[in-house]
């Protein structure tokens, strides 16, 4: 018998698997099923969860000044926690005044602590915050999610099959296992011998103070210097191609998993729902593309890719609703609803409801992977996550780009795209030699803001999965921002090719992608060979096109855009059917003036201000 069978066995026994008669959904990644109307909590997933809250503790307890806070009131928990805390007190005496039983709230600790009386002495609170609040009846302490999220506590904490979204979402590391008595005691006396072997290691090592997690971080950072204010650029081109074996290719594709956030709202199209549910090109959506190429390459290599959505509060019905027609698809969706407090740290520009949900997409992820999900997805065999980027209508699975981050080990890459298709050619010939500072990287594709800058950061990140979990517990770790490659041990960037980033923020772009220069083949957006320029037209449509409803009623079909170099269009313009545009093309209508590009007509570098122009 294995070892693992033992603890398993061991779990078996504390009844931690039985569950409650009903299990909510975001909990249901921990379940088998249910049984005798129960549900069955998975004890292989239960005991992974508990082991990364154990090296949790573990690694807390490396630093002597950390102080834990244990929550309880269940009066059956009692004699053994407190059991726990005199025998860990006796043999490590420095941990008298760290090891806490509270009933009392958090947020009241500023107040006075301490009350003195003629017999005696009454003692309200901790005299200082705690690293970390340890809670075991979770059921009955809702308050204290709340205080610890606000003060920014981490929380270890047992959860179970009932246990509602609001709450769960604020436990750093979950344990889902039944509360029973003797899975109390199991749980009291693996964080005494945890506590006990760190404070063995300690002494075998000699006295001194060890450093913090994020001690170590920031002195790697910075023991870097300059080198990390620089990221190899690798051009799409130069990765080797996926191999020819279908086995192969099904054990790679295996190891990822996909994380859409869907936070970016279409109100400046005038559409109503997130930018996910909007037709771009023959009735289907951004949703439909990804879930379609996701579908198409778990049927082509027998692969298992599932498909994380974050959803915020305001979307999550929209999505969730929209998902109904994939149930017959084999693809495996998982929509989570973010809270009402995400929206509100996201929130970037008052009065522009567009631009914070698409800006934070990275944080998202990083508090999706800190409500347990990072551990069932590691638990799963999964090591890869492709983050997409909101706005990105493009953004998919490319078995290439993942192929290159396997065989070379990189923990940490961002998909980028040269400013000017002379870089797409020339950049490696640069003296550099491919390397490039983050001051040569933005953000903003408008073609105003990208002067000065050698390339734009589409923010659309493949990460590995064993590397978040070794940095997710440090606060330096931030996805919003390509300085973050310098906490991962092999971080590039590839520059993709145009056909990888279409962003969606207005309708220029949504006539862009509704032309015949782009079709889509299993999900994914494929350019017209026609076309003989590197980049795409400049497309740039006045107000009168700026809603969906009346961009569709001033275009009978869009015209042909292929050997286009650029488009204006102002005032009240229609367009009729089968019209091809060439070269540089101006449509200006003077004010009171209706103009109407009649049906068929072929317009090459013109400029049109009256009907005798065409």
């Known amino acids: 018998m294995t070892i693992h069978s033992v603890v398993i066995q061991k779990l078996l026994t504390t009844n931690a698997h039985i569950g409650r008669q009903v299990a909510t959904h975001h909990f ?32 807390l307890s490396r630093d002597p000044s950390s102080s834990f806070l244990f929550i309880n009131t269940n009066p059956l928990f009692q004699p053994i926690i407190d059991e726990m805390t005199s025998r860990v007190t006796s043999l490590i005496p420095e941990r008298a005044s760290s090891l806490w039983k509270m009933r009392g709230f958090l947020t009241n600790s500023c ?72 899975f109390v005691y199991l749980i009291c006396n693996m964080i005494t011998k945890c506590l006990m072997l760190e404070k063995k290691k300690d002494g075998a090592k000699g006295p001194g103070k060890k ?51 869907n936070g970016a709202l279409g109100k400046n199209m005038g559409f109503g729902g997130p930018k996910s549910l909007i037709e771009v090109k023959n009735g289907s959506t951004p949703l439909d593309l990804i879930v379609n190429q996701i579908q198409s390459l ?19 019905n929209d999505i969730v609703k929209a998902l109904e027609k994939y149930s017959t698809l084999d693809v495996d969706i998982h929509p989570f609803e973010q809270g009402e407090h995400t929206q509100h740290e996201s929130f970037v520009t008052e009065g522009c409801e567009d631009k914070w949900q698409s800006s934070k997409h990275g944080a998202h992820f ?39 981050l396997a065989q070379n080990s990189i923990e940490y890459c961002s998909e980028v795209t040269p400013t000017t298709s ?17 001051e040569d990287f933005t953000s903003d594709h408008s073609e105003k803001s990208v002067k000065g800058f050698k390339f734009i950061d589409t923010r659309s990140l493949w990460l590995n999965l064993k590397a978040i979990k070794r940095l997710v517990d ?40 509704q032309s015949d220069l782009y079709s889509f083949t299993e999900g994914m957006f494929v350019r017209n060979d026609a076309r003989v320029s590197p980049s795409d037209p400049s497309i740039a449509l006045g107000p009168e096109f700026e809603k969906i409803s009346d961009f569709k009623r001033r275009f009978e079909t869009i015209p042909s855009i292929v050997k286009l170099d650029s488009l204006e269009v102002n005032g009240d313009v229609w367009f009729g059917a089968d019209i091809v545009l060439k070269g540089k093309v101006v449509i200006d209508a003077s004010p009171g003036l209706t103009l109407r590009i009649p049906g068929g007509v072929v317009l090459e570098d013109e400029e049109i201000n009256d009907p005798t122009d065409i």
């Not at 239960?46 to 690694?59: D, E, G, P, Q, Y």
């Open 111 to 182: 107040s006075p602590k301490k009350f003195r009386s003629r017999h005696k002495k009454l003692v309200f609170a901790p005299t200082k915050m705690p690293d970390c609040v340890v809670i075991f009846d979770t059921e009955r302490k809702s308050s204290v999610f709340l205080e610890a999220e606000r003060l920014g506590i981490p929380i270890v904490a047992l959860v179970d099959s009932s246990m509602p979204w609001e709450y769960y979402k604020k436990v750093t590391y979950p344990i889902p296992a039944n509360d029973s008595v003797q």
């Open 298 to 316: 778990n049927s082509k290599y027998g692969c298992n890719i599932p498909l994380l959505l974050m959803n915020p509060k305001n979307t999550h």
């Open 366 to 404: 990083l508090s999706l992977m800190n409500s347990g999900t990072l551990d069932v997805l590691l638990a799963q065999g999964k090591e890869y996550a492709l983050v997409v980027n909101p706005d990105n209508v493009a953004g998919v699975v490319d078995p290439k780009i993942l192929n290159h």
């Open 28 to 59: 249901k990644q921990f379940t088998y099923g249910f049984r005798n109307r129960q549900s069955i909590i998975d004890s292989d997933k239960t005991l992974i969860c508990l082991r990364n809250a154990l090296n949790f503790l573990s690694c």
């Open 422 to 438: 002379n870089g797409l050619i020339n950049f490696m010939a640069s003296s550099l030699q491919g390397m490039f500072k983050l």
């Open 474 to 513: 440090t606060s330096a770790l931030n996805l919003d921002n390509l300085s973050t490659l310098k906490l991962f041990e092999n971080s590039i960037g590839i520059s993709i090719p145009q056909s990888r980033f279409l962003p969606l923020n207005c309708t220029s772009d949504l006539f862009l992608l």
């Open 211 to 261: 450093a913090t997690i994020k001690d170590q971080v920031e002195s790697t950072s910075e023991s870097e210097g300059s080198a990390s204010d620089e990221v190899l650029v690798v051009p799409y081109e130069n990765l080797a191609p996926m191999s020819c074996d279908v086995a192969e290719s099904k054990q790679l594709l295996d190891k990822l998993v996909v994380v859409k956030y």
